[in-house]
Nanobody, 119 residues
Framework: VQLVESGGGLVQSGGSLRLSCVVE????????MNWYRQAPGKQRDLVAA???????NYADSVKGRFTFSLDVGGTAGYLQMNNLKPEDTAVYSC??????????????WGQGTQVTVVS
């Protein structure tokens, strides 16, 4: 099982991007999925945290602007980012807890995707 991210890029302030995190490989379900970001010289911060119960918690800095969703098939998670600001510039990474074959819980990370917001 691996996570494959896409969707980062360069956008102007006020613009939007949609990040994708696709789970590849045989598995049963996504138990949890988190999006983190890390700006140069700063610690990694949790941006959005989704649990299988359907609840997503967001960092205060992105509430009302970022929205997490899971696709109908439960094979990918998305982070819709609207009204982007220069301070959102960072490498964004997804992290997921996956129920894999053999009913083991696996923790996986995506490769990270760069988001750059210019004013």
């Amino acid at each position: 099982v691996q996570l494959v991210e896409s969707g980062g890029g360069l956008v102007q302030s006020g613009g939007s991007l949609r990040l994708s995190c696709v789970v590849e490989g045989p598995f049963f379900s996504i138990t949890k999925m988190n999006w983190y970001r890390q700006a140069p010289g700063k610690q990694r911060d949790l941006v959005a945290a989704f649990t299988k119960g359907g609840i997503t918690n967001y960092a205060d800095s992105v509430k009302g602007r970022f929205t997490f969703s899971l696709d109908v098939g439960g094979t990918a998670g998305y982070l819709q980012m609207n009204n982007l600001k220069p301070e959102d510039t960072a490498v964004y990474s997804c992290n997921a807890n996956i129920l894999e074959l053999g009913y083991k819980q696996g923790d996986h990370w995506g490769q990270g995707t760069q988001v750059t917001v210019v004013s």
